[in-house]
């Protein structure tokens, strides 16, 4: 919940095999926060005490922000790694507002991580990279898999149309996965058995794979290590 904790967390997942940080940061309310200086601190931090760990933040409205806040924090703080849903910061129609935000990023050399609700997502991705609102080169995705089901649970079976649909696709991208509830360990496997990298964690599951209640964030971490 706080910057300390996440930072000890951190530096725990990074013994158990991490090879990244996707970081959420919250208020004195525990609320999802976007806040360019409290990432600061925290990116700081991390760098300090595991050098080795990237630090990926995220822009994600959560109900609270709109496209104008996101394009501003990432005015304010270029970081090594950032997550961005499309369909949120497109969510005003101001496609140049957001070319110039992504183009920036680029330029900057920060990783942009899309984040893809459903194989609709990827197309529309494709065509806005097509149209060069998106810069040109190789993308990374992030399919979430079980966001939107009843119960927030996934399947495996959901990344096939995720695949299908890329492979149908003119562009050149590397892809990662994460999925919500008890099956979260299942298709993140699957993922890993059909090419794709994972984030794993409190953010998508709180379950082991045998379905107890996992300590930490690093015990999910060890966990999905062992699949490798």
């Not at 709109?66 to 849903?85: C, H, W, Y």
């Amino acid at each position: 919940m706080t910057i300390a904790e996440t930072v000890e967390t951190a530096v725990a997942c990074l013994r158990m095999g991490a090879g990244g940080l996707h970081a959420h940061l919250r208020d004195s309310e525990g609320h999802h926060w976007l806040d360019a200086g409290a990432y600061a601190e925290l990116i700081a931090e991390v760098a300090r005490c595991a050098p080795d760990l990237p630090v990926q933040i995220t822009t994600e409205a959560a109900g609270r922000y709109d496209p104008t806040s996101q394009r501003a924090l990432l005015e304010k703080i270029k970081p090594e790694g950032v997550s961005i849903s499309l369909a949120e910061m497109l969510a005003d129609g101001n496609r140049s507002a957001a070319r110039r935000s992504y183009h920036a990023l680029a330029e900057a050399g920060v990783a942009v991580q899309h984040i893809l609700y459903d194989r609709d997502q990827l197309a529309q991705l494709a065509a806005e990279q097509a149209a060069r609102v998106l810069p040109a080169g190789p993308l990374q995705l992030l399919f979430v898999l079980g966001r939107y089901t009843n119960g927030q649970q996934s399947d495996p079976s959901m990344l096939t149309p995720y695949l299908e649909t890329l492979a149908a696709l003119p562009i050149s991208a590397e892809w990662a996965v994460c999925a919500f509830g008890r099956a979260e360990t299942t298709c993140l496997a699957e993922a890993l058995a059909r090419g794709g990298s994972v984030r794993v964690g409190f953010e998508n599951n709180t379950l082991m794979a045998d379905g107890s209640v996992a300590p930490d964030n690093a015990a999910r971490v060890a966990e999905i290590a062992a699949l490798l």
